[in-house]
């Protein structure tokens, strides 16, 4: 079974950064991209960037470069995302998702979000 | 960026009736068209890739169809626990964009 466990909610100061974390089981990691969005409270929901669980090839939303910094540890299946420079635009849920190729791309797997406030 | 503009914003539907939702992207995105349904405080779950390829284990009420630029997704006798936010997702070219979001509920 598919599982992608994220790490606890996080209350951040302003300026600051934060790592969140995306532990997954249940398939082999270094054989899927895995990706990160956002979603801000009653809001859309918005693509951060993708990064490949074999060699940490990163594809970015121009958006979110200079934001967030991806990063997988293939050796416990974890990816990585780091946010930085934290203002109160950054406060909302972060997901990790499963990107899946069957001659499209879409997302078949979710984590649970992991929230992100960033208040002084 | 692709845009993807879902409506309606919102509907109410009853028990057994069939609802449509309806997705346009701003350009052909050759059927690569996801749709999710996410419940409060809880992730998106994929039920429809590709346009039209049911996702295994969603129930076979929900059906995806379009082509081009136009997309819909159908709910064949609306059930209570089909209550959420239903959204569209292109995954033809980066970024990947979602729409805004349909609210469904029982009315």
Do not use: H
Request: proline letters at 4%; one cysteine or more.
């Amino acid at each position: 079974e598919v599982q992608l466990q994220q790490s606890g909610a996080e209350l951040v100061k302003p300026g600051a950064s934060v790592k969140l974390s995306c532990k997954t089981s249940g398939y082999t990691f270094s054989n899927y991209y895995m990706s990160w969005l956002k979603q801000m409270p009653g809001q859309n929901i918005e693509w951060i960037g993708n990064i490949y669980g074999g060699n940490g090839g990163t594809g970015y939303n121009q958006k979110f470069k200079g934001k967030a910094t991806l990063t997988v540890d293939k050796s416990s299946s974890t990816a990585y995302m780091d946010l930085s420079s934290l203002t109160s635009e950054d406060s909302a849920v972060y997901f990790c998702a499963r990107l899946q190729l069957r001659s499209y791309w879409y997302f078949d797997f979710w984590g649970p979000g992991t929230m992100v406030t960033v208040s002084s | 960026d692709i845009q993807m503009t879902q409506s309606p914003a919102s509907l109410s539907a009853s028990l057994g009736e069939t609802v449509s939702i309806e997705c346009l992207a701003s350009e052909g995105i050759s059927n690569s068209l996801a749709w999710y349904q996410q419940k409060p405080g809880k992730s998106p779950q994929l039920l429809i890739y590709g346009a039209s390829s049911l996702q295994d284990g969603v129930p076979s009420r929900f059906s995806g169809s379009g082509s081009g630029t136009q997309y819909s997704l159908k709910i064949s006798g609306m059930q209570p626990e089909d209550e959420g936010v239903y959204y569209c997702q292109q995954g033809y070219k980066y970024p990947y964009t979602f729409g805004a979001g349909t609210k469904l509920e029982l009315k």
